[in-house]
């Protein structure tokens, strides 16, 4: 049966102010570094756009009903979770709401545990709110991540800590968590009566074998507050159309945090991005599908690249997300390095490891979501770089 859309399609960005592809002074280089999908959003999404648009009259809107609708049937279908409409709030997208949600829960002198490596705007966060930030590392043993669950007791239990920011699917490891991986988080955070905050952008990109499970679903048997904080936006290629929405069955907590929007003046989402989603959440499941996929044939295809080409290089199991975590430790140069190295010889850009915290040392980020042929230029150009200086050089 013939694909319904075209993956392989190579969409020109260059001068389309794209981060992704201008931020580089150099027009050659080839960037496989930010969380952006180099795919043109499923065609429902872009005509739901397109009849908002042709209106031409762009004043004050509220939310639809279809909005909340929405999300409940996607999370029922794709999730197998209900939720109900008074237990979600809008937001203006991931970042402005998990900083919202900071603002109105922690207060200064308080901790925040985040588990490195990990998505390195957490850090920019905690950062930018001043708070105190507690890591729990992730255990990294025979290319297996592991939450280290003996050490969040630890950090749980200090009087200071009052939040755990969650990321499920992980990013940058690609771990998907598991029901008694969750159930351990959610007792030890109830016991210390910390709040969690699990940030779901990626559990749509999940992939056959492994199954996302929301955290609501489990903190329900436990004495705890936690927010389910989710998006299309990764799924769907919207991250210039910011939109957000956060799930609790904490209606007092909902409250607050509402007030926390509005003190911000961000408690009106775009009405373009609301249009976005609401097709994204009826029609894309689709375009979703083949997706994956397609995502994960790339991923079948690195592996494979690697196996033959670059030995010294291990490449973590994805489990979920388009990004792929590698091992460079046997290379015995930082990640910092390397990307440099990589970026000056080589035109390629990608992540380092250090980017996500100093648990990321000796590892790089890939992006793989584009078209095949870019991927295999990349993997090349990777190749080329691992055979001048590690191989010809007798270095590894």
């Known amino acids: 049966m013939a694909n319904k859309y075209n993956f392989d399609e190579i969409i020109d960005r260059r001068g389309t102010n794209s981060v992704k592809w201008n931020l580089a002074k150099d027009q050659s280089v080839l960037p496989m ?4 999908m180099d795919f043109k959003t499923a065609p429902e999404i872009t005509e739901a ?6 209106h031409g009259v762009f004043g004050y809107s509220n939310i639809p ?17 209900n939720i109900e409409k008074d237990s979600i709030l809008t937001g203006p997208g991931m970042i402005p709401t998990l900083s919202a949600i900071l603002r109105t829960f922690v207060k200064s002198g308080e901790n925040i545990i985040i588990q490195p490596p990990v998505y390195n705007h957490f850090y920019t966060l905690l950062e930018n709110c001043e708070f105190g930030m507690t890591e729990n590392n992730l255990i990294y043993q025979n290319g297996i991540y592991a939450i280290d669950i003996d050490d969040l007791e630890r950090k749980a239990s200090d009087p200071k800590t009052k939040l755990l920011l969650l990321c499920n699917p992980h990013n940058p490891v690609g771990r998907v ?99 976005a989603l609401i097709a994204a959440y009826t029609q894309g499941k689709e375009w979703l599908d083949e997706l994956k996929i397609y995502l994960y044939d790339n991923y079948q295809y690195l592996l494979k690249f690697f196996e033959q080409n670059l030995p010294g290089i291990k490449v973590i199991p994805l489990e979920a997300t388009y990004l ?44 793989i979501a584009c078209p095949r042929e870019l991927l295999i230029e990349g993997l090349e150009k990777l190749q080329r770089f691992y055979n001048t200086n590690f ?4 270095q590894y």
């Open 33 to 36: 570094w930010v969380a952006d």
């Open 177 to 275: 968590w598991k029901r008694d991986e969750l159930e351990k988080i959610a007792e030890i955070c109830s016991k210390n009566q910390v709040i969690v905050v699990s940030d779901k952008i990626h559990a749509d990109l999940v992939f056959e074998g492994h199954k996302h499970i929301p955290f609501a679903s489990v903190a329900e048997s436990f004495d705890l507050i936690s927010f389910t904080c989710g998006s299309p936006c990764k799924t769907f290629n919207l991250s210039g159309l910011p939109i957000s929405y956060i799930i609790s069955e904490n209606k007092e907590a909902l409250k607050n945090l509402q007030k926390t929007f509005e003190i911000q003046e961000t408690n009106y989402p775009n009405p373009i991005a609301a249009e």
């Open 49 to 54: 756009i397109l009849k908002k648009l042709s």
């Open 324 to 367: 792929v975590w590698l091992d460079c430790k046997s290379l015995k140069i930082s990640s910092k390095e390397l990307t440099e190295i990589l970026l000056e010889e080589e035109k390629l850009w990608l992540n380092p490891g250090t980017m996500y915290g100093g648990a990321g040392e000796g590892f790089l980020r890939i992006n």
């Open 65 to 81: 009903a279809d909005f909340f609708e929405s999300i409940i049937n996607w999370w029922k279908e794709i999730h197998h979770f």
């Open 391 to 394: 191989i010809l050089t007798d």
